[in-house]
């Protein structure tokens, strides 16, 4: 246990943490979602002229994860996926979804498949600054979300598959708030959030070392090692001739040590 101060008593924020102001934090965000987008399909397509490249890379991850650390887990707040799949369920005026059981023994794989996936994006994909890729990729993964929801409930997907959900949710425990019964909103000790919880399932661990690991995968791709590491690849014969052969396939050779390197992290 843990000393926790309730603050929904407080005025400010007991308003910040109504019902209106979480509607209208949710339909901004979800809106600059929609735009983001849009820029991505008809905006320039340079890197440094469109919304989406800083939008995806800087404000949303990096700017979400130091928030949820730091602050309190606002992914789970504002999730624009969540928000657009609850307007659609509004507006057919009842439940999305097929009601299936979400399997237990499926645990939280799907999110580590999920976040295997956009590291790869972000450190390896030589695409991941061009707006009309970027975009496609984000709309992909909101459409397989969707689909997730829709077959296994909202808050089921959310809380095993969504790969954000989950990452931020344990960002999240070291945030100094966190949501409490109700509407409340509480006061913890940072760091205090890692004592919540049931004893971490297998596909959970391998999660957070999935997220530990490409951090960790990320500094290395800027030390002389990884640079050891190319030079090898390129001096070696067998090594050498087996990239060339791959590379033919249109693959670089870049491309394809950096994904060996990112898949061996984890492991």
Known sequence: SY???????????????????????RAVVASVFVVTIAAGYFGKQESFSNLIVPMVWVA??????????????????????????????????????FGWTYPRWLGCW????????????????????VPRL??????GYAILTWAGMIVF????????????SVAFGVLGRFAPLAPADGARLVLRPYGAGL????????????FVL???????????????????LLNWVYTNPRVGNLVYE??????????????????????
């Open 246 to 267: 791959i590379s033919e396939y249109g693959i670089s050779d870049t491309t394809l040590v950096k994904t060996v390197a990112l898949g061996a992290f984890p492991l």
């Open 134 to 139: 970027l975009a496609r990729a984000m709309l």
């Open 210 to 228: 999935t997220m530990l690991s490409t951090v960790t995968f990320d500094g290395f791709l800027e030390t002389p090692l990884f640079q050891d």
């Open 60 to 97: 949303w991850w990096v700017g979400f994860a130091f928030a949820s650390a730091l602050l309190a887990n606002v992914w789970q707040l504002a999730n624009p996926l969540r928000t657009l799949f609850d307007v659609a369920q509004a507006i057919v005026g009842g439940r999305l979804g």
């Open 153 to 164: 409930g909202r808050d089921a997907w959310l809380e095993r598959a969504e790969a954000f």
């Open 195 to 206: 004592l919540d919880g049931d004893v971490a399932s297998a596909s959970f661990t391998m």
């Open 3 to 25: 000393p926790r101060f309730d603050l929904s008593r407080l005025p400010l924020i007991g308003w910040l943490s109504s019902r209106l102001a979480i509607a209208i934090v």
């Open 110 to 129: 799907p999110a580590v498949a999920f976040f295997a996936v956009f590291a790869w994006l972000e450190l390896v994909w030589p695409a991941n600054d």
